[in-house]
């Protein structure tokens, strides 16, 4: 699985498809810190940017290879969850690391430290993100959609029904618990809406994997 992902996250990064969502996504971080605000609302902010970003990174990944080149992958690897685990790994890798430019970013601009609390606290806001992100972008990718624009209509979709929807993914209380800091928001209910968001993950790449094989 790690040598998939890691040839995954290579040809990806070859072929240069992830640089619309970094260009998109530090514009929005520069737009963002342009003025100095409170620390726990800017990264509510840039985690809820982070999910359509980090839904259309996943996609674009999963896409990378062409259906030919997709096939031979999928013979190497020996299975269709091996791959898919692998190129999950790789995707959240990458929006991973958006996350952690949102984290830097402000210190960077104001030129002063936050404090562990506030570190923390942002860190898992976008893991949360990051997590939900992955498994929506992992459902609009092929085999499960063959047409891009109708995968990339649907990632629009799932990922604003993740903002607003209060119920439907962590994505919604996470933003709302850091837009409304101070206080900050307690570490167990942060906790719970990680450990949701990964089961999240889970599930839909175990049901995309088994949809892919029905489709063959």
């Known amino acids: 699985m790690t040598t998939i992902a890691r040839y995954a996250l290579a040809d990806y990064l070859r072929s240069q498809r992830f640089l619309p ?9 520069a737009v963002l810190y342009a003025v100095q605000g409170s620390v726990l609302p800017g990264y509510g902010a840039s985690a809820a940017a982070l999910l359509p970003v980090g839904v259309w990174l996943t996609l674009s990944l999963h896409n990378t290879e062409d259906p030919l080149q997709a096939t031979v992958t999928l013979i190497n690897a020996g299975g269709r969850l091996r791959v898919m685990l692998g190129k999950t790994c790789a995707s959240l890798a990458g929006v991973l ?3 952690g430019a949102a984290l830097i970013w402000p210190m960077v601009s104001s030129g002063r430290l936050h404090t562990p609390a506030d570190l923390a606290t942002g860190l898992m806001a976008h893991l949360i993100c990051a997590l939900t992100a992955v498994a929506l972008g992992t459902c609009c990718a092929r ?6 624009g109708y995968a990339f209509a649907t990632a629009l979709v799932l990922s604003l029904i993740a903002l607003v929807g209060r119920l439907v ?9 850091l837009s ?4 900050r928001p307690p570490a167990g209910e ?3 809406l990680a450990a949701w968001s990964s089961i999240m993950l889970g599930v839909t790449v175990s049901l995309a994997s088994w949809m892919a094989r029905r489709r063959q």
């Not at 969502?21 to 971080?29: D, I, K, R």
């Not at 085999?143 to 891009?148: A, K, N, T, W, Y």
């Not at 993914?169 to 618990?177: A, C, D, F, G, S």
């Open 180 to 183: 409304s800091a101070p206080p």
């Open 143 to 148: 085999p499960l959609i063959e047409r891009q």
């Open 97 to 99: 690391a958006l996350g």
């Open 21 to 29: 969502q970094l260009v998109a996504y530090l514009g929005f971080l």
């Open 169 to 177: 993914t962590p994505v919604n209380q996470t933003i709302r618990l």
């Open 190 to 192: 942060l906790l719970l």
